[in-house]
């Protein structure tokens, strides 16, 4: 499916959830009315979006979380996946735009691309499920059940090529951590 | 045979267990460290905050921000090695996007009867200025008098909305 396809998908399904988005889903996402005040982008720290939002699963067990991963990001914070079962959360969504490629810096290759198998990785993980959607249609379908899912729930994506130079949406995540602190903190 | 007097000395894992209730924390986010082994061990056993075991450190940043973001009064528990593992996380999410992060650091690898300088560890001799180069703020714990570092560094941490360190110069007893 196209990025753009997910990301349209996801946001009208948000259902709330608070967001971390990382890397080229920020700037749709953004586009896409859901950069508020419970959402974070994990720009300048790639790899971190899922240790972001586990500290925020851990912090407000009665919301969902939803992480906007990507492969590239993910494989820098590997091990996230351990940590996250190990932590015990129940309420972590971690969706992975998987397309292979390093796009934000031109679409080089991942280390092992196409050898290696995300679903797999999340299950032996401890991820209670973890599945993967190729088609905008079965992510619009399914969507709504994996919110009834007890988490951590891992979703990979399958996104296709994209070319062009890297978006970014350019909110500074001072000004991010500061609102969602402020919304949280107090509610 | 020349007796050889300490420089640093531990402090009781009791003692900055204590300072670390009084100062509010609901989580420390650990990656192990032998220097703090009998503090963890602590923590581990569900004394005091909420004890988070990470894979490393660049995890830990992010999973004390997401505390902090979501209403938690999180601090870190990591070694000197580990600071320098996870520089880019310090840089993007401690300090570029102003989170408290308060971090206790064990100077794995020193020798409690020589000074910081006499080291033959890089990583010891090297924390400190490591830290002045990316104007982290810290504190050191030579030995018992010191325990109001952590008071002083958990403040800074809140006030200036970034990180800071408080130092383990010997094994915490």
Redesign the interface.
């Known amino acids: 499916m196209e990025r753009q396809e997910a990301i349209d998908i996801l946001a009208e399904g948000r259902r709330g959830a608070i967001s971390v988005p990382t890397m080229q889903s920020v700037f749709p996402w953004h586009e896409a009315g859901q950069g508020d005040i419970l959402n974070v982008d994990a720009s300048q720290c790639m790899g971190s979006a899922s240790t972001i939002g586990l500290g925020l699963a851990l912090a407000q067990p009665s919301r969902k979380v939803m992480v906007l991963d990507g492969d590239g990001s993910l494989l820098m914070q590997l091990g996230s996946l351990v940590t996250i079962v190990a932590s015990g959360v129940n309420n972590l969504y971690h969706f992975v735009f998987a397309n292979g490629l390093n796009q934000s810096t031109g679409n080089q290759p991942l280390p092992g691309q196409g050898a290696f198998d995300w679903v797999a990785l999340a299950k032996a993980s401890g991820y209670k499920h973890a599945l993967k959607i190729a088609e905008a249609e079965d992510l619009l379908e399914q969507l709504p059940h994996v919110w009834e899912l007890e988490g951590p729930v891992l979703i990979e994506l399958t996104i296709a090529r994209e070319d062009g130079p890297a978006r970014w949406a350019g909110v500074p995540m001072a000004r991010q951590v500061a609102s969602v602190h402020e919304q949280l903190a107090t509610s | 045979m020349t007796d050889v007097q300490a420089v640093a000395t531990g402090v009781p894992a009791e003692v900055i267990a204590a300072e670390i209730d009084a100062l509010g924390i609901t989580?420390v986010v650990c990656v192990p460290d032998s220097f703090q082994r009998t503090l963890i061990a602590r923590w581990q056993a569900g004394n005091g905050p909420?004890f988070?075991?990470?894979?490393?450190e660049?995890?830990?940043?992010?999973?004390?921000?997401?505390?902090?973001?979501?209403?938690?009064n999180?601090m870190m528990c990591i070694q000197n090695n580990g600071i320098f593992a996870s520089i880019?996380?310090l840089k993007?999410?401690a300090l570029?996007?102003?989170?408290p992060t308060f971090i206790m650091v064990g100077q794995f690898q020193r020798d409690v009867n020589k000074t910081i300088e006499e080291q033959s560890s890089r990583a010891v001799r090297m924390l400190e200025p490591t830290l002045d180069a990316w104007g982290v703020p810290h504190w050191r714990i030579e030995g018992p008098e010191d325990i109001g570092a952590l008071k002083a560094a958990y403040e800074r941490a809140w006030t200036d909305q970034g990180p800071s360190v408080v130092i383990i110069g010997a094994p915490t007893l």
């Open positions: 989580h909420r988070v075991g990470v894979c490393t660049d995890e830990g940043m992010g999973v004390n921000a997401g505390l902090y973001m979501g209403g938690q999180p880019n996380t993007a999410i570029d996007a102003n989170v």
